[in-house]
């Protein structure tokens, strides 16, 4: 007499091989079953689009019919059902684009479905948590420690602050990192080629020990498991405005670059410098932020070629250096048109176009002699522009989770 009956196994003087023999089969029927109804729907509404209806007893579930279907769907061939994982695993996944690699992650690390489902909860939870990305300029900051004494500890040092930066960031909400560098070559280079102040023209070759450090400084961070950013012909700066405009969510810039003041908006801010020290009860390393927001740039200002300019929000700041120049850079103003009187104009007037203009109309607010230097500095105001405006279209690794 058969054990097998309706909704009933007869138990009766079963042996622990025989219960073994059982068990197996009826785990392996019960990971296959759901697969086998997907099949089968999938081939009925094929075969019989307007009756496959008619394959089920009327007390099956069409939702059950469904979800099976869509399983069967993801994973169509039998190679795609190779994983020893439940069914409900090949389930918890079948939405992913990536669902082999990840049935292969579940089975690696031997979660059970109860498992698995917790972690692709708490995985759900944290895609829909608001996202919070900090880039950092380490082509900037490898320079500013290699210059300033740190030499071949550069790298290290370098890495190691960023890595105690994410760390307690985390806490706060960080979610995500992106390492910004130098792509090989520059746009803006080629802009200045013929002209007699070229873009960066006073810099010469790196040292190689610079170069060996911000190779080091890569991999090192590459290790961490943050994202590391480089697109040829762009600065670092050109990726960290583009992150800027279209990251979904918030974004700090880590940078002390005048430039990146025109990042500056409701969802980004800017993080000047963080200190470390050690805190005198605990003994621990304690940071203290430097923080800039589109509000506190306009009010309080900052210091540039030594004079300090406030009241140019962040959507004008392009104009502003338009006219001002950075000599940084080697990018060079409007002659005899400083950082006080391009803040002044820009103020004035909104941009450098109005003021070329009030200045061919005679304006009085303008000197005379500065009229005819913004009168002449119309033939390079395009080109200056787009020395000093931030690329805000770069395709760049959206894999900045950490």
């Avoid at 091989?17 to 094929?46: N, S, T």
């Avoid at 996202?131 to 500890?153: K, P």
């Avoid at 806490?171 to 992106?178: C, N, W, Y």
Wanted: charged letters at 30%.
């Amino acid at each position: 007499m058969s054990r097998l009956q309706t909704r009933f196994f007869a138990t009766k003087d079963l042996s622990m091989q025989e219960a073994e023999v059982f068990g197996a089969d009826f785990a392996k029927q019960q990971r296959d079953i759901m697969f086998w109804i997907g099949d089968l729907a999938r081939y009925a509404e094929r075969k019989w689009p307007d009756t496959h209806e008619q394959v089920w007893p009327e007390w099956v579930s069409p939702g059950l019919i469904a979800r099976a279907k869509g399983v069967a769907q993801a994973y169509p061939k039998q190679a795609d059902r190779q994983h020893e994982a439940t069914y409900t695993q090949y389930m918890q996944v079948a939405n992913r684009p990536d669902r082999q690699a990840r049935l292969e992650a579940i089975v690696n690390a031997g979660q059970t479905s109860d498992e698995s489902r917790k972690a692709a909860t708490e995985e759900r939870a944290e895609e829909h948590r608001p996202r919070w990305l900090i880039a950092f300029d380490v082509h900037l900051f490898v320079h500013q420690w290699y210059h300033s004494g740190a030499s071949l500890e550069t790298a290290m040092q370098v890495s190691r602050w960023i890595q105690r930066t994410v760390e307690r960031l985390r806490e706060k909400g960080l979610t995500d990192v992106a390492c910004c560098f130098d792509g090989r070559g520059s746009f803006r280079k080629e802009l200045t080629m013929e002209w007699e102040h070229k873009y960066k023209g006073e810099r010469g070759p790196k040292e190689p020990e610079l170069v060996q450090q911000l190779q080091l400084v890569r991999e090192l961070l590459d290790g961490f498991g943050f994202a590391c950013v480089t697109v040829e012909g762009y600065e670092s700066d050109d990726c960290m405005a583009s992150y800027a405009a279209h990251f979904p969510g918030k974004v700090t810039l880590v940078s002390t670059d005048k430039d990146m003041r025109q990042c500056l908006s409701d969802k980004c801010n800017l993080l000047l410098r963080v200190e470390w020290a050690e805190d005198e009860f605990s003994g621990e390393l304690a940071p203290s932020y430097e923080w800039v927001t589109a509000d506190s740039h306009t009010s309080d200002g900052l210091a540039y070629n030594s004079v300090l300019v406030q009241g140019i929000p962040p959507d004008q700041w392009v104009a502003f250096q338009s006219l001002a120049g950075d000599p940084v850079d080697n990018v060079k103003g409007a002659v005899g048109v400083g950082a006080t009187i391009a803040a002044d104009l820009i103020k004035a007037f909104g941009t450098p176009e109005a003021a070329i203009q009030a200045a061919r109309d005679g304006d009085e607010r303008i000197k005379p002699a500065k009229r005819q230097a913004l009168i002449e500095f119309e033939a390079k105001l395009e080109v200056t522009r787009k020395l000093v405006t931030l690329r805000t279209d770069l395709a760049l690794p959206q894999n900045t989770r950490i």
